[in-house]
């Protein structure tokens, strides 16, 4: 935590299990190199970057590690969902905070609130035994229709989100790329 703590743009250590925050990974100068959510769990933190991110968000984290006592892990996941619009929250009645570990259609699945869009939103992530496909037909079920994968890059576009790599790189600070709500 008080590594994370130091690493991050956001308040890391005053976490509640249950709880978590968007945060931007910056160099030294302030630069950006990850946009990511972190999740305080109850016995440790979730850290989630965008697909395709994970190994460049990985070494810049473990860039300035001098103590041995912080470990990173990737966390293989077969895939994640992204539940958007009006009626999200309905269908995920049981999602108490930010991040939330619950049981949907007798599916294991962790979900984050996705504050940086533009309507409500919740990407789900399969738990142990569970995967995407029968996730998405659990949500068919409870009224959910799936939308084509575009439609996250046009609401992430229209929300003002920009994506690493693509909008925002190590050559601007944050306040330049808009990124004020990740500080």
């Avoid at 972190?38 to 190994?55: K, M």
């Avoid at 269908?91 to 996705?114: I, K, M, Y």
């Avoid at 996730?135 to 609401?155: F, K, Q, T, V, Y």
């Amino acid at each position: 935590v008080e590594y994370l703590h130091g690493r991050l743009s956001c308040d890391v250590a005053g976490l509640a299990p249950g709880q978590g925050a968007h945060a931007l990974l910056l160099t030294r100068q302030g630069r950006v190199q990850e946009l990511l959510a972190v999740y305080r769990r109850a016995e440790d933190l979730l850290l989630v970057v965008d697909r395709g991110r994970a190994d460049p968000a990985m070494a810049a984290l473990e860039e300035f590690i001098v103590a041995g006592d912080v470990e990173f892990e990737p966390c293989e996941q077969a895939g994640s969902l992204l539940l958007m619009g009006q009626n999200a929250p309905a269908l995920l009645a049981g999602a108490a905070s930010d991040f939330s570990e619950l049981n949907l259609s007798g599916l294991a699945l962790s979900l984050r609130r996705r504050a940086d869009l533009c309507v409500p939103s919740f990407e789900l992530l399969p738990g142990p035994g569970s995967d995407p496909a029968q996730l998405s037909a659990a949500l068919e079920e409870l009224g959910a229709s799936m939308g084509e994968p575009a439609l996250l890059d046009r609401m992430r576009i229209e929300s003002g989100t920009p994506a690493v790599g693509v909008d925002v790189d190590e050559k601007r600070m944050a306040i330049e790329a808009r990124l004020e709500w990740a500080i």
